[in-house]
């Protein structure tokens, strides 16, 4: 065993992260089929939040910028679906995301162009009262945002109307075809978000976080990238909002509180914000774990909030962080 | 034509002048050493000429063009780039990164996001060469936090020589190391200073060391020049003597 590890080439140890990638899709692609319809729409829920997170992860991980204001975007998002179909009646998944992605765009680099005035605890406040305000217009333009009652968004088709799901079997005909699309959508946005981490633009970003005197010394516009950061972050949130409003039926003002906003960050430390692939495994965890408290036990918010702490002393680089730490050792000690 | 020059550049930080109306020029392609004990106004001016700090007064021209009003980022186009004396790097980037993200950033590639930076041919050659000259080959894929302090220094020399800079300012690259390590340090500085062209403004304060390399040394007190000239001028100056007596003796 020792020997074969040793002996194990170079090249054959970097095929790894890919063969591990492969059978994670085979895996994930057969889950409906293993785990039944609730556990699918769960994981659907899971990938979401991934999303989410890992928008989140841009501007904590990568900019070091700790904003506790992403329910705004996930909200804008969400409640953008819902105008979408009250105004103009528009039932089509892809418009929801074609349309919704620049108005997202557009509020984040609005509020992202106020926030990184600012650093540290003074845009974590920024970012905080910005998504508050988002919160109130929801809960009292009720005319418009349907108030605390939220709006109320139906089945959408997916592929330009090809798939619809009107009809009887249409909840359990919409997870599974929604999880796969969602699934599908997650893996192009994670593919963008790794090439954006490793993209020229994502080292600068990692530089301004390490150390920004140094970085303005080579020249950067620190504000700028912090912006971009800002702008990139909340759209790729606000793209979790837009899929999570068709699966959850309805948008209430809750997505838009802060506490939802403390969820992202949770998750986010979950998985571990120094690892590209925290946010998601995250993401997904958090989801889980958190239905099956609330089903569990009315004091859900006590367990969660042992795991927070537990999380912090133990794990402070998270899940991820810490499997990572895990799998090194054993390679040292197969080394040594 | 003097490739920089300062005329009556002051600086007050209350009560204390840390630039009293310096005159300073720096010729094309030489070695220059600012020395003097603590306080004596060296950082204050490398942060002027570096945009760091805004003067009170005075004028910064470089190769006759009048940069006083200029940001950081318009200066390091000019071609003006520094290190720092306490060691600034991109601590969670590795090496390499450390290197290649000055190479992106000079020649303003840092907007790109859609393609991977492992992915310019370019600026990968350019890295490897940079770090081969640096000996820091063999380190490039460590995160740059977990560098040895005398590799460190090497390093953030390194990080803004990757710039190209016409005129480099090294605030004591060799401080907080060991005397091995310093004459390492100080021999692979000169070296791709000299190879690359580059005019180096160096503050140090072990003067063996500036004794060594230096074609000009300028000795600063309290925020004016006291002595300038070649190393042979200054080791012969009473001055510049007895106020390095007072360095080097122990209050």
């Known amino acids: ?336 | 034509m003097s490739l920089l020059r300062t005329v009556e550049l002051r600086k007050r930080f209350g009560a204390l002048s840390a630039c009293d109306g310096v005159n300073f020029t720096v010729e094309k392609g030489e070695f220059l050493s600012l020395v003097g004990s603590n306080g004596a106004g060296k950082t204050t001016l490398v942060n002027l000429i570096t945009a760091h700090v805004q003067p009170d007064s005075g004028q910064i021209l470089f190769e006759d063009r009048d940069i006083t009003s200029m940001t950081v980022a318009a200066r390091i186009n000019a071609g003006i780039a520094r290190s720092f004396q306490l060691v600034n790097l991109f601590d969670g980037l590795s090496v390499f990164d450390n290197v290649a993200l000055s190479i992106f950033a000079r020649d303003g590639k840092t907007a790109k996001i859609a393609t991977l930076a492992a992915n310019d041919g370019e600026v990968r050659r350019e890295t490897r060469e940079v770090l081969a000259e640096f000996g820091l080959a063999a380190k490039s894929e460590l995160p740059a936090g977990e560098l040895a302090q005398g590799e460190r220094k090497l390093l953030d020399v390194a990080v803004a020589y990757a710039l190209r800079p016409k005129l480099l300012f090294l605030d004591e690259p060799t401080s907080g190391v060991s005397s091995a390590e310093k004459a390492q340090i100080m021999d692979t500085v000169s070296s791709v200073v000299r190879s690359g062209a580059v005019t180096a403004v160096v503050i140090e304060h072990d003067m063996d060391v500036v004794f060594r390399y230096s074609d000009r040394i300028v000795m600063m007190h309290e925020g004016s020049f006291l002595a300038d000239g070649p190393p042979d001028a200054i080791r012969a100056n009473e001055a510049v003597a007895s106020i390095l007596l007072g360095i080097s003796t122990p209050a």
Request: with cysteine.
């Open chain 1, 1 to 336: 065993m020792k020997a074969a590890a040793i002996a194990l080439p170079r090249f054959q140890t970097r095929l790894w992260p890919y063969a591990g990638g492969v059978i994670g899709l085979v895996v994930l692609a057969s889950i409906p089929e293993i785990l039944g319809l609730y556990q699918t729409q769960l994981l659907t829920y899971g990938l979401i939040m991934a999303i989410a997170a890992l928008g989140f992860n841009l501007l904590l991980g990568y900019t070091g910028l700790l904003s506790f204001g992403h329910s705004g975007y996930f909200g804008l998002g969400a409640y953008t679906v819902a105008f979408l179909l009250q105004w103009l009646g528009i039932h089509s998944m892809e418009l929801y995301i074609l349309l919704g992605l620049p108005i997202a765009a557009i509020v984040s680099a609005l509020f992202g162009y106020i926030c990184v005035r600012h650093t540290r605890i003074f845009f974590g406040i920024l970012t905080l009262a910005l998504s508050q305000v988002l919160y109130s217009l929801a809960l009292k333009f009720f005319w418009v945002t349907g108030g605390s009652d939220g709006l109320r968004v139906p089945r959408p088709t997916l592929l330009a109307g090809m798939i619809d799901f009107a009809g009887s079997g249409g909840f359990p005909r919409f997870i599974r075809s929604y999880y796969y699309y969602v699934l599908g959508v997650f893996i192009v946005s994670a593919a963008i978000m790794w090439v954006i981490v490793h993209s020229p633009f994502g080292k600068a970003l990692q530089a301004i976080r390490d150390n920004e005197t140094r970085a303005r010394f080579l020249g950067l516009r620190v504000r700028r990238f912090r912006w971009g950061a800002f702008l990139l972050s909340g759209t790729f949130t606000a793209l979790a909002g837009i899929l999570w409003v068709p699966l959850n039926g309805l948008t209430t003002p809750d997505v838009l509180y802060w506490p939802f906003s403390g969820e992202i960050v949770f998750m986010t430390l979950l998985g571990g914000f120094r690892n590209f692939s925290g946010p998601i495994v995250g993401g997904i965890a958090f989801t889980f774990i958190k239905t099956y408290a609330v089903a569990s036990t009315e004091y859900w918010q006590l367990l969660l909030g042992t795991v927070l702490v537990v999380l912090i002393l133990l794990l402070p680089t998270g899940i991820v962080g810490a499997l990572s730490q895990i799998v090194r050792r054993l390679l040292a000690v197969e080394k040594s």
